[in-house]
């Protein structure tokens, strides 16, 4: 079983060493090239010994992932390697596996977002996501271009917006592929929201039309949030 391979993923005890390299574990263990090495040290500059990252290292290779994915997930979030291990990741991968999610997918799933990935909201998330954009490969679609949706929540920015959505006229299929294309808007303010919506009836396209999911994209507010994001959660 997945939950039982991942907390039994520990490293053995070593002590903290003066001798102990982050710039060389990092490349010598995860596959950093020395400028990747560099820059990613400065943000691990506390650890003094590999037993927390060779955990961490263990539970990637349980997902599946190969020495090219744990290298491009250090290389992103450096700080991955110093999760909590019993309390944050084998628990959400434990949860991950009740719904259904293989090794592989998981494996993914973590690859596209490892700092969203540490958010224990993603096990409540994911069966959300997919009753919304249909398929689990549409949810890596959709998390690829906006990682924060993992961590996002629910019940307060991500269930308003899409009831919204629903009352401007835009059915399941174009809200999902709305929300695949520009996965930000699920988190931006009401007001913006609003004002995309006026923009694109001022544009002559009417709530409900096929159009009107275009409209939206095109609107002078979605540029503008497009070209510099943020993120309500």
Same mark, same amino acid.
């Not at 019940?155 to 835009?170: D, S």
């Given at each position: ?8 993923a520990t490293a053995p005890c070593i002590p903290p ?27 691990? $500059?506390? +650890?003094?010994?590999?037993? %927390? *990252? ?7 290779? !349980? #997902? &599946?992932?190969? =020495? ?83 961590? $996002?929540? +629910?019940?307060?920015?991500? %269930? *308003? ?7 401007? !006229? #835009? &059915?399941?299929? =174009? ?59």
């Amino acid at each position: 079983m997945l939950h039982l391979r991942l907390f039994s993923a520990t490293a053995p005890c070593i002590p903290p060493s003066s001798s102990f390299s982050v710039e060389e574990y990092l490349t010598e263990n995860c596959g950093l090239t020395r400028p990747q090495a560099l820059k990613a040290s400065a943000k691990l $500059s506390h +650890l003094k010994s590999p037993s %927390k *990252p060779d955990a961490v290292l263990a539970f990637l290779a !349980g #997902l &599946g992932l190969s =020495s090219a994915d744990v290298a491009a997930v250090v290389a992103k979030d450096p700080q991955f390697l110093c999760a909590k291990l019993q309390r944050t990741l084998a628990p959400i991968a434990a949860g991950l596996t009740g719904l259904g999610l293989s090794h592989s997918e998981i494996g993914r799933l973590l690859s596209l977002a490892p700092t969203n990935f540490r958010c224990k909201s993603v096990v409540s998330n994911i069966p959300y996501y997919l009753s919304l954009f249909g398929s689990y490969e549409d949810v890596l679609r959709a998390v690829k271009r906006g990682p924060y949706l993992l961590s $996002s929540d +629910l019940e307060n920015t991500v %269930k *308003p917006t899409v009831a919204y959505l629903h009352e401007c !006229g #835009l &059915g399941a299929c =174009s809200i999902a592929q709305l929300l695949i294309d520009e996965p930000w808007v699920i988190g931006t303010k009401p007001e913006r929201l609003q004002e995309m919506v006026a923009s694109a009836e001022g544009l002559g396209v009417p709530r409900g039309s096929v159009m009107f999911r275009h409209a939206l994209r095109a609107s002078p507010s979605s540029a503008k949030r497009r070209s510099q994001p943020k993120w309500r959660t």
